[in-house]
């Protein structure tokens, strides 16, 4: 069957630290993979996309991997700062390019501790 | 922001009645989603929309309902909500298909008693 894991446990940083959170999925071969941040009571904000042809993308301090023949996508924060604790979703378009919606892992709870 | 405006953001009803979520959209997208949120599911799509009239199912389409007879409105409906459907309903827009972000409401909290 088709699955999206993500860290079920919450993942505790030191402020100033790098965190890396990962998505591993079995049974798709996405073009696309996205992350989001989520924050309590709100809805999931888009953060980075990458295509299955990339194999990193950085937008500031974020940066992210896409490896498909390991099936996983690391997302990394460098120099973590207390207002990055939020959850992180990773994404994939399990259709392969179609419109019809992505696919969410559970998502990784990041806590960044002062 | 993007925006988009859902409507109710709190809702709390009985088994066996009707209930209609709105998604309301500025940006003039053409896709359109639903999802719920569940403790140790994550988000689930359950209906989406690629067009005025345009809509298909879902991973968790069951018992749900949906209409979009404008491009900025996309409606969601339990025709007789069950205390399954109790969750967080979340609506998206986006310009394309897998390749582009997608941009969330913030959501409605449903509660069936």
């Known amino acids: 069957s088709q699955k999206i894991e993500q860290n079920s446990e919450a993942l505790n940083i030191q402020e100033g630290k790098t965190a890396t959170l990962t998505c591993n999925y079995t049974?798709?071969?996405?073009?696309?993979l996205q992350w989001y941040r989520q924050d309590p009571g709100r809805g999931p904000v888009f953060l980075l996309l990458?295509?299955?042809?990339?194999k990193e993308k950085r937008k500031e301090r974020l940066k992210v991997t896409f490896d498909t023949t390991l099936k996983q996508s690391l997302f990394h924060i460098t120099a973590s700062q207390p207002a990055d604790s939020a959850t992180y979703l990773c994404?994939?378009?399990?259709?392969?390019?179609?419109?019809?919606?992505?696919?969410f892992g559970k998502g990784t709870h990041l806590i960044i501790q002062p | 922001d993007a925006g988009i405006t859902q409507s109710p953001r709190h809702k709390v009803t009985e088994t066996g009645t009707p209930v209609t979520l709105r998604c309301h959209q500025t940006?003039?997208?053409?896709?359109m989603y639903w999802y719920r949120q569940d403790p140790g599911h994550g988000l689930r799509l359950i209906h989406y929309?690629?067009?005025?009239?345009?809509?298909d199912k879902g991973e968790v389409s069951d018992g749900y309902s949906v209409s979009r007879s404008k491009t900025e409105d996309f409606l969601l409906t339990l025709e007789s909500a069950t205390s399954s459907q109790t969750s967080v309903y979340f609506c998206?827009?986006?310009?394309?298909?897998?390749?582009?972000?997608?941009?969330f409401g913030d959501g409605t909290r449903l509660s069936i008693l």
């Open positions: 049974n798709y071969s996405p073009a696309y």
């Open positions: 940006e003039n997208h053409r896709y």
């Open positions: 929309s690629y067009g005025v009239k345009d809509t």
């Open positions: 990458i295509r299955e042809n990339e």
């Open positions: 998206a827009i986006s310009e394309g298909d897998g390749n582009q972000p997608q941009h």
């Open positions: 994404a994939l378009d399990a259709s392969g390019g179609g419109a019809d919606g992505l696919t």
